[in-house]
């Protein structure tokens, strides 16, 4: 049998609105085709013949769930078609339901075998295909990352940015408890989340967290530059690695400049925390999520749209 892949799965979501479960199990049975799982499924009554590429989820929203003390914290993209749906007041309910079920969750396939947390006789997937049904567009999880700080004293915040289009998890650890409950701390956790959504070619918290690999990709960009050609070879070196601290820096949360005051970088503002807090603390990881990022989207106008969600295509 073939490998079934989550890509693989993920195309055949894309292709026919069907579960993830389903898609799964139709490649199964169909040894990974997909035009004859696209057949399994609509001879199944799980697919319609005319979902196709204008059945892509690439609207949506991301959100988030934070529990009250902190210590676990979720970031979830749900994608549905058209922003109509995601403004629906069910589909944000929806949203926020999963992104609290995803807290105990280790995948989108785990979290959809759950028993929905407002209607435990349906697991999440098959609630899933009941609002689809009655809000007439296809609906995927699309990711989610929950952090959480287990036995290490910290918080876990987040920051949702443009209604829902952008969202950040952040974690911030410290030596104790206490620490972890300061006001100080916990704001610069809020702030940190802030700093991310408004930095998005930040991917790592510090230079040390770059892999060597990206670091190498960086200087080989570099050295090949035309217009270090004609220049001596330990001139170049110099040049380069002038360029690439400057671009790795730009890389890192903790080199940017703070966004409540320019004159320090963020790093700078963890210090004075720190000093204020009497212990060592750190921004220990991120996760930034763009909704749709990635997601091939078929363009629609204003008119379609409409028609789209009256049914009338």
Request: hydrophobic letters at 40%; a negative charge; glycine letters at 6%.
């Amino acid at each position: 049998m073939a490998e079934i892949s989550a890509k693989l799965v993920q195309e055949l979501r894309q292709k026919t609105g069907a579960g993830m479960m389903d898609c799964k199990k139709a490649l199964k049975e169909n040894d990974g085709d997909i035009e004859a799982s696209m057949t399994w499924l609509r001879q199944k009554g799980i697919a319609k013949a005319d979902k196709g590429s204008d059945r892509i989820a690439a609207e949506g929203l991301v959100d988030t769930y934070i529990q009250p003390d902190g210590q676990v914290g979720v970031l979830i993209e749900v994608n549905c078609q058209t922003d109509f749906v995601a403004r629906n007041e069910a589909f944000k309910a929806l949203v926020k339901n999963l992104a609290q079920q995803a807290a105990t969750a280790d995948s989108v396939e785990s979290l959809l075998t759950q028993p929905y947390i407002e209607k435990s006789s349906v697991t999440v997937d098959q609630f899933i295909k009941e609002t689809i049904a009655t809000l007439g567009e296809n609906i995927q999880v699309r990711r989610f990352v929950n952090f959480s700080l287990a036995n290490t004293s910290g918080v876990v915040d987040s920051y949702i940015h443009t209604g829902g289009r952008v969202g950040v998890l952040v974690e911030l650890t410290a030596q104790s408890a206490s620490a972890a409950t300061n006001e100080e701390f916990q704001s610069l956790a809020k702030n940190a989340a802030m700093q991310v959504a408004a930095c998005p070619n930040v991917g790592y918290v510090s230079i040390s967290q770059i892999p060597a690999e990206t670091v190498q990709k960086e200087k080989d960009i570099e050295m090949g530059k035309e217009d270090l050609g004609n220049k001596p070879e330990n001139i170049k070196e110099k040049i380069v690695q002038g360029r690439i601290d400057k671009r790795l820096k730009e890389m890192t949360l903790l080199d940017q400049p703070y966004i409540r005051d320019q004159s320090i970088s963020v790093e700078d503002l963890v210090k004075q925390v720190k000093s204020k807090v009497g212990e060592e603390i750190q921004i220990s990881r991120f996760v930034r999520y763009i909704l749709g990022e990635g997601i091939e989207k078929k363009e629609m106008s204003f008119a379609d749209e409409v028609a789209a969600q009256i049914g009338a295509k």
